[in-house]
Structure formats: C-alpha cells, structure tokens
C-alpha cells in the first residue's frame, strides 16, 4: 500500500502531535455537493451507487476534490448489514428506508445470520479496496458500521421512527430476545468492520446515531455493552500501522466517562455537549472529535469562523482533537459554507499546536 501523505487525521486520533487540527465532515460525501446528486442520479438509485464500487469511489473522493479534507470516509450506509440478512431493504421516495420483512418475532430473530463481508457484503470490501487504491496515500480512509442498538431500531421498526414503540417495546417485554438480536448484530458488525480494515480502510467510526433516547441504564445494557463487545473484536493494526476506533453516540454526552472506558481511541461528540467540558471529563483517555452544530454552516462565512474559533479555543492546547460537525452535514448548504469550515480550522489551529 502507498504510504500516507497525511497522517494527521491517525496521529490526533492517538493523541500523537500534529501541525494542525485534522477536520472531515460527517456525510462528507452527499447531497450538498451537486457533482454528488450528478453521480446518484447516473447511479439509478442509492443501493446502486453503493453497489458500484467505482462510483462509490467516485463519491467518496468528489469533497477531497473540492476541499482539502483530512479524512475521506467510505461512501456506503449504515443499512447493509441488516440489508445483507435478506429484510428487503429499499429507499421510499422522500420516506427513507424502509424494510419490508422487520423482526418482530422470536421466529424472525431466530432466522437472522452473520452476513459474510466477502460474500452478501463483498461490494462493500470492493469500494473499499477500488478508494484506497485511488486515494493513492493521499488521506486515510475511515470505514464505519452503525451500533448495533442503531441497526436493530430500524429492523425492529422497520423504518425510521420517532417513537420507538417497537424497538423499546421489545427491550423492556423481551429482553432475552432483544439480546439475542443484538449479539448476531453485534457479531455482525466485528466481522463486517473487521473485513473493512482488511480491504483498506485506516480508521473505523461506529455510529450509535439512537443511543441517546435509551435511559442511562438501559443504554449501559443494550447499546454500549454491544459496542464494548465490537471494540473487543476488532484488528487494532493493519499495514503496521495502529487502526483507531471512534465511537459516536448521537445524544451520548451524559455518559462519556463509560463511553471512553471501551478501550475506543476516539469519541465523536455532538454538538449538546461544550468539547472543552468533555475533555476536563475524560482527560487523556481518548481523542475528540467534534463537534461543531452543523446548522452553524447556514450562516455567513465570518459567523462560520468564530464558531471554529470558539471551538478550538474550548478544546485548548495539545495533542488530541479531529475537528468535525456535531452531526451529518445537511443537503441544503452551500458548498462555499462547507470550504469556510474547513479552512477556519486549518488556518486557526496551528496556534493550539505549538
């Protein structure tokens, strides 16, 4: 593999010194960027353009081409596992996406498998191994899973919810059969991120994007202890190189001390929790990565600015911060809201890294 021309993005994940704060953008790759809509429309459909190994590397590396990121993560979804265990995955027209066979049962938990990544998900390892191959060193690849709490409210659900009434409901009437769905998810996942740092990818992120709506215990219980389970599993080297793990739990700032004791490298933030708060809390245990309110990126440039700066200030010196958006970035900003960003913190941290 061609060596890396920059590093920083691997080297603040462990907390090793940098010139400067590393920044990528959750969803960096998506409908914000109209030479993004151009490929998916060319695609068919979104499964499509996932299945396509090329033109999900296209897409991967189309903001790389547009602003000088960090990172380039994997264009894909957090749906293929469940989609690879036969739910019948589609995309609904301005719906999302919605399952056509959910588990719901004993019957329908039994049926579920471990997907094998090189077989129903080899089109994933496939865009792995064509982006690497094109980034040619240029910036590490981030691979990524959904938490298998996350993966297991849209099965239960079947699609995306507000409510939780299925999922939850099966958590507090059947636990056991709750655990059960997520231990094969969880199985699932080690063997799926597993695959990817095989095919190339340099860092792994974990999205719980539905952790925060569980109470403290019960997300100890059914959303970290599976993440703790993942994190056990995975290949912490490739390339000889270390391979961080980034845990991000969407509404999670309440519980970073447990968080950061799964022996992660990272934890993504959102935007609720004050980052120079979360690292008084945590200390040195891990990197952060955040966590700027990606509706910041509405307002003019010079606001963009301040709001970086107010950021990294927070933070403080050293070792330690990948600089990021709290969440996704939405699909109505402008491209030229994105650049200020990015160049904000490039040209604003190196004061923090002296």
């Excluded at 979104?46 to 299945?51: G, N, P, Q, R, S």
């Excluded at 059947?174 to 695959?195: C, E, G, W």
């Excluded at 719980?208 to 290949?235: A, C, H, N």
């Amino acid at each position: 593999m061609s060596e890396l021309k920059n590093d920083r993005f691997l080297r603040a994940l462990l907390r090793e010194p940098v010139d400067y704060t590393p920044v990528w953008m959750m969803r960096q790759a998506g409908r914000y960027l109209p030479e993004y809509r151009a490929t998916r429309e060319k695609a068919g459909s979104f499964m499509d353009l996932c299945k396509n190994a090329d033109l999900a590397c296209e897409v991967t590396i189309q903001p790389l081409e547009r602003f000088p990121l960090d990172a380039a993560i994997l264009f894909s979804d957090i749906l293929t596992i469940p989609d690879a265990m036969g739910l019948g995955l589609r995309f609904a027209q301005g719906e999302g996406p919605v399952f056509d066979r959910p588990v719901r049962t004993e019957a329908d938990v039994n049926k579920l498998f471990v997907p094998d990544p090189e077989g129903e998900l080899q089109y994933v390892m496939n865009a792995v191994r064509t982006i690497r191959k094109e980034l040619n060193g240029r910036v590490p690849l981030i691979g990524f899973s959904g938490s298998p709490w996350t993966l297991a409210t849209y099965m239960v659900e079947g699609c995306g919810t507000k409510e939780y009434s299925k999922v939850k409901g099966m958590m507090f009437d059947r636990p056991d059969l709750m655990h059960k769905l997520l231990d094969t998810v969880a199985q699932s996942v080690t063997s799926y991120l597993n695959a990817q740092i095989a095919a190339g990818a340099q860092a792994v992120q974990i999205f719980d994007t539905w952790g925060g709506v569980l109470t403290p215990r019960d997300y100890k219980e059914f959303s970290l202890r599976y993440m703790q389970q993942i994190i056990s599993g995975l290949t912490r080297e490739s390339d000889g190189r270390k391979v961080p793990v980034i845990l991000f739990t969407k509404g999670g700032g309440q519980w970073l001390e447990d968080m950061a004791a799964t022996g992660c490298d990272a934890l993504g933030l959102d935007w609720t929790t004050d980052i120079g708060e979360a690292r008084r809390r945590v200390g040195d245990k891990v990197a952060l990565q955040g966590n700027m309110d990606p509706s910041t990126l509405y307002a003019s440039p010079e606001r963009i600015r301040q709001e970086v700066a107010t950021i990294l200030e927070s933070y403080g010196s050293g070792n330690g911060h990948v600089f990021n958006l709290g969440h996704g970035i939405h699909q109505h900003v402008d491209p030229e809201h994105a650049k200020a960003f990015i160049n904000a913190v490039h040209e604003l941290s190196p004061q923090y890294h002296k």
